[in-house]
């Protein structure tokens, strides 16, 4: 996962703790996009608060290589996260916009 995007999901936290409904589906989606293996769901439901649960899969989903951020935004949007796959494009499209004016400086 490209620095940025860890960096999107460290700011995010919070949002995603408050917002994210851990049902069934949003598992699935998590194990269909090949984000996480049966047994890191496993790891990530033995938390034991809601609060926790997320920091577990957020914290797990920075490890998860290059398209991990694309393919959660994708299992938010198909789940229901509508607003939160929002927040994290705009956070993505701004650091994408910081980086270009970035490099353009230089």
Request: charged fraction near 30%; charge should be positive; glycine fraction near 6%.
């Amino acid at each position: 996962m490209e620095k940025r995007h860890k960096q999107i999901l460290t700011r995010h936290t919070r949002v995603l703790q408050e917002g994210l409904i851990l049902v069934p589906t949003f598992y699935g989606g998590l194990l269909e996009k090949e984000i996480f293996t049966p047994e890191m769901i496993d790891e990530i439901k033995a938390e034991k608060t809601s609060g926790n649960t997320v920091l577990k899969l957020v914290d797990m989903l920075k490890t998860r290589g290059a398209n991990a951020f694309a393919k959660f935004i994708t299992v938010l949007e198909d789940t229901g996260h509508d607003v939160l796959a929002t927040v994290l494009k705009k956070a993505d499209k701004e650091s994408q916009n910081q980086n270009s004016k970035q490099n353009y400086n230089q």
